[in-house]
């Protein structure tokens, strides 16, 4: 792969518009970011669980806070990969392109979780486990072997592609209109869902294969499967920035807030923290950090001390492989390939998280509310797009969003509305929506 082919500010849906040699101060990398911060889907994420239920008297992390946290980090690590990356390539005519690395992934970051339903990642499988274990099951004969695969490993990043690719009803072709590398950026897992493996883990639905073959021929992207085999590419180079962000930001960000929530202690968060760092560095570290007395503010110095030194080392790592990168031959993210006293305090990081924040009771009871609502919003909407005459049918799909075709020609399209409605939904939005058809809640009442 190219980066002077990698780097296009083409419009996914606007190709007919596309002046490359328009001057203008606002690049239309730029204009990806902007656009996201002032679209619904962006907005919504601000009612969304990350990790811990959204807030009583102490505010956490939310999707929307988590994503422009994601962001900031991924612009710095991919403006430091630029500098050097300009030096490297200084006699090349198309070196300037490099200096949007920072705009493309700042963009990419904003929009990686936008397909996340609500409830965390427990409305992921929730909605993947409704299909494969739940009532939804019954529909297996129905589909072809692609689209239940949609359903049963149903993924956050392939339905944020949709998101921003999909003509959804009463809506402009190209959904958002991003650029080519924007929406590149975005797919961390560029393959098919009968690939997704016990993980899960794919790029795009069937809806949208064509969709991802565009941006892949237009970015010069690396396929990787044989003829006829299922699609399967190299990531795009700039992948692996937005994945090492969101990493570094969910990870350290996760301990910050159960340091908040005291589901961890301050020693424990600080001997965490300072294990980044080795003398005499460390030194100076907890000499900076006793200047205040808060255990916040104390805890919140070190996270960004943290955060400096895994996006150094993470661009080290970027720009040591960047030749694999660009050959589709690297394995793994950018902090799985880095080691030393970093890579050892990221796994302790991550081995506390596993047993005792993501297994906390309130974190677990979440996942159970979550479920259960995501579940019984399936029940109730994919049994009215299968038995549409029933007066209750018509009475439920009434209420629906229009952008969303409920009426589809095919039960695949069918199916896909329900899930476009429930994933785009907010956590208030799903339980309001629970309680009144459980009935127990009422209008006026």
Known sequence: MEWNKLISDKRFGLEHYHDPKKNATRTDFRRDYDRLVFSSPFRRLQNKTQVFPLPGSIFVHN????????????????????????????????????????????????????????????????????????????????????????????????NAFRILTHQFNGRREGGFAMTYSTLASVVKYPYESVLAGSKGKFGFFCSETDSYLRVAEELGLKRISADGAPLRYARHPLVYIVE???????????????????????????????????????????????????????VAYLRSCVIGALVGRCAECFLENESRILSGDF??????????????????????????????????????????????????????????????????????????????????????AVVDHVSAMTDVYALNLYRKLNGSTLPAV
């Not at 159960?258 to 030194?283: N, Q, S, Y």
Request: charged share 25%.
């Open 63 to 158: 999707r929307l806070t988590h994503s422009m946290e994601v962001a900031c980090v991924g612009k710095s690590l991919a403006d430091n990969i630029a500098q050097a990356l300009r030096e490297r390539y200084a006699s090349e005519s198309w070196v300037g392109e490099l200096s949007h690395l920072g705009d493309i992934v700042a963009a990419a970051c904003l929009a990686h979780d936008l397909g996340n339903p609500p409830f965390g990642h427990s409305g992921e499988k929730a909605i993947g486990t409704y299909f494969s274990e739940g009532a939804g099951s019954t529909l297996r004969d129905r589909l072809s072997v692609n689209e239940w695969s949609d359903f049963i490993n149903f993924e956050g990043n392939a």
């Open 244 to 298: 090492a962000a969101d990493d570094i930001c969910y990870e350290v960000m996760d301990l910050e807030d159960a340091h908040k929530l005291r589901i961890i202690t301050t020693a424990e968060v600080t001997e965490l923290l300072l294990a980044f760092f080795e003398p005499p560095r460390r030194d100076r570290i907890v000499e900076n950090m006793l200047r205040v007395d808060d255990p916040n503010e104390q």
């Open 331 to 416: 394995q793994g993210s950018l902090l799985k390939n880095i080691s030393g006293t970093e890579s050892e305090a990221y796994a302790q990081c991550n081995e506390l998280s596993m047993q005792k924040i993501y297994c906390a009771s309130d974190v677990v009871d979440i996942e159970l509310a979550g479920n259960r609502i995501i579940t019984f919003l399936l029940e109730k909407l994919v049994d009215a797009v299968t038995r549409p005459e029933l007066n209750y049918s018509k009475l439920l799909l009434s209420q629906v969003p229009r952008q969303y075709d409920v009426s589809a020609p095919t039960l695949y399209g069918r199916l896909q």
